[in-house]
Every structure is written in C-alpha cells, then in structure tokens.
C-alpha cells in the first residue's frame, strides 16, 4: 500500500508532491463516504486522538473532530482557556499527561510558531499541526488544493492571486508552499507592509494592483487581515485597505472573465469581500470547509496506518 514519506503533519514544507497526490486520492475515496447515508467507516476503532487548541478555532477544530468521528477514532478534546496551563503547566508536560492516557495522536492549534515541531521532537505521538502563529496551516491549504483541483480539473498550470495580509498568514506560506510544488504559478497582492521581505525567494511574484492581478489570475484566495496578530497599524484605515484590496461585485463583473473566488474563513464581510461576492456562485468558500472533513480523514487515516506498522 502506498504511504505517506513523513510520520507528522507539520507542515507543507516537509511534504513530496506524492504525499500531496496520495492525501487526495485517499479523500476522493472518503468525499464519497461523507456523503452516503451512512457517512461513518470503522477504519480507525483503535485508535485515540487528542485534539489540543491553544488558539480560537471553529472549522479547523470541528472538521477535525468530524473527521475523526467519521474515521470512527475515539476523540478527547481539550482547549487551553479551561486548562492547567492557566496554573503555569509547559507544553510538553500537558501532552505527556494526555499521552499517559494512551493517546495516538495529537492535532495541535498553537499560537507559537514551531509549536508542532517542537512537539513532535519531544514526545511520543503523531503530530498534525492544526496552524502554528504566522507559520504554517497545512490542512488548511491541502483543502484549498483539493478545492481548486475539484472545481477546475487540476492545480497544475493553474494561476493563483493570494489577496490580503500575507505577512501574517500561515494560511499564505502553505498555499505556496503546496501550489508551487503541485505546478501552480502563484502571485501574492496586498499592502508593502504586509508583504514579507523574503516573498520572492518563495518563487511567487508580488502584485500590489488588484485588478491586474484578478485579471491575470484563474483563483483567488482572499485573505484576512489578521488583527490579532498586529501591535502596530500596518495601513492608514480600513476604509483605504478596503478601497485598494477589497473585491466586491462591481471589480469582478469589470474583470470579463469567470475566476474562482476563495476564503479560508473567518470572513469579514465589507473588508476583504463583500457579501454579494461570498455567497455568489463564484465563490467555493462552502466546499472548501466541506472538502476540509474528507481531506483530514484522508491525513489522519494515512497517518494513522504509520502509526499500526510500528
Ligand atoms: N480557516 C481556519 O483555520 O478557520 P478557524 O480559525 O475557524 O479554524
């Protein structure tokens, strides 16, 4: 049987374009098992996940706990404002505790980047990084793959525009990380203060025009600012953020061609989109959260079969 060439999930980074090409195959197969009547396979009744969140979630942390459920894993939850870690815990005694309670595997939400990794260097488990600070959300952009695939035949060839704040998105580097390897030409718009300074090095081109960039592009994934993470204001207002970076219906009727339209969520409508361009028939913002179930089954059900080899 094939397998995947890492026993983690860290990153995008740490993964060959045949990991990417086996995880889909593998949620081609798990898509059709999500929609049955019955939508729940017992492949993993031995196995015990831990899902850790240190940081708000909803999609991430409810698909995969879906994922998991429809694996038929047994699943314990945990969330760092109810914890021990408030009493001065460290990361790694927290996981050893779960661990101790015959814990498989472990999806972790950190706002540390390098959380997962360091994790994965210290204790016994598999470790899927479920987004670590501003570094990387490998889920994230393998449903975003899988969407684009789904929607246009395949990701090869395929031009993306990354909108928004890629300075702080770990949304960002690991749709380049996996757009690149897959064959994808990849050009990033935003603010000059929100482009971080080694962007080119990534092999993507920075566009700091819209418009160009929507009418070069055949998707668009429009980010969003991420606040949380800014102490200082990297724009004058959001109202000038909005007047040069926000897609809204009139710019895409301008554009005299059909592009798909992309958001990881959470969005905030009016900033980086508009409502009319969310739920317009462009838009694959609701089959990427769908996608996200079938391709972290097809992440954890590869890993987990590691996992029963040891
Ligand atoms: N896309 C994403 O990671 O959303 P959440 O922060 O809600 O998990």
Redesign the pocket.
């Known amino acids: 049987m094939a397998e995947l060439s890492v026993n983690h999930l860290l990153g995008i980074k740490y993964l060959k374009k045949e990991d990417i090409e086996l995880i889909f195959e593998t949620a081609d197969h798990f898509k059709e098992v999500i929609n049955r009547p019955i939508k729940k396979v017992p492949s993993l009744r031995d196995i015990t996940i831990a899902n850790l969140f240190f ?9 995969f706990e879906l994922a998991e459920k429809r694996l038929s894993a047994d699943v314990i939850n945990f969330s760092a404002a109810s914890s021990s870690v408030k009493k001065g815990e460290t990361l790694i005694d927290t996981v050893n505790n779960i661990l101790a309670m015959k814990v498989d595997m472990v999806v972790m ?1 950190h706002p540390n980047p390098g959380a997962s990794v360091f994790l994965s260097q210290h204790v016994d488990a598999s470790i899927i990084n ?2 670590d600070g501003a570094h990387e ?1 490998p889920t ?1 952009a393998l449903l975003d793959s899988y969407s684009i695939r789904e929607k246009l035949g395949e990701v090869k060839g395929k031009k993306v525009l990354i909108v928004g704040d890629i300075l702080h998105s770990r ?1 960002a580097l690991s749709n380049i990380f996996a757009l690149k390897l897959q064959g994808a030409e990849v050009k990033v718009c935003g603010p000059n203060t929100l482009m971080p300074k080694y962007i080119e090095s990534l092999g993507v081109e920075v566009e700091h025009n819209l418009i160009k960039g929507l009418q070069w592009c055949d998707v668009a994934n429009m980010l969003r600012v991420q606040n949380e993470r800014m102490e200082i204001s990297y724009f004058p207002s959001t109202r000038e953020y909005v007047q040069q970076f926000g897609l809204n219906k009139k710019i895409l009727d301008s554009l005299k061609k059909e592009i798909v339209i992309m958001h ?3 969005i905030n409508r009016g900033v980086e989109i508009t409502s009319d361009i969310a739920d317009s028939k462009n838009a694959i913002i609701l089959d990427q959260v769908q996608n ?1 179930v079938a391709v972290r089954m097809a992440v954890i059900y590869l890993l987990a079969s590691k996992i029963k080899q040891e």
């Open positions: 940081e708000n979630s909803t999609r991430t942390k409810l698909s939400r479920a987004g959300h994230q949304v990881p969520g959470p996200g």
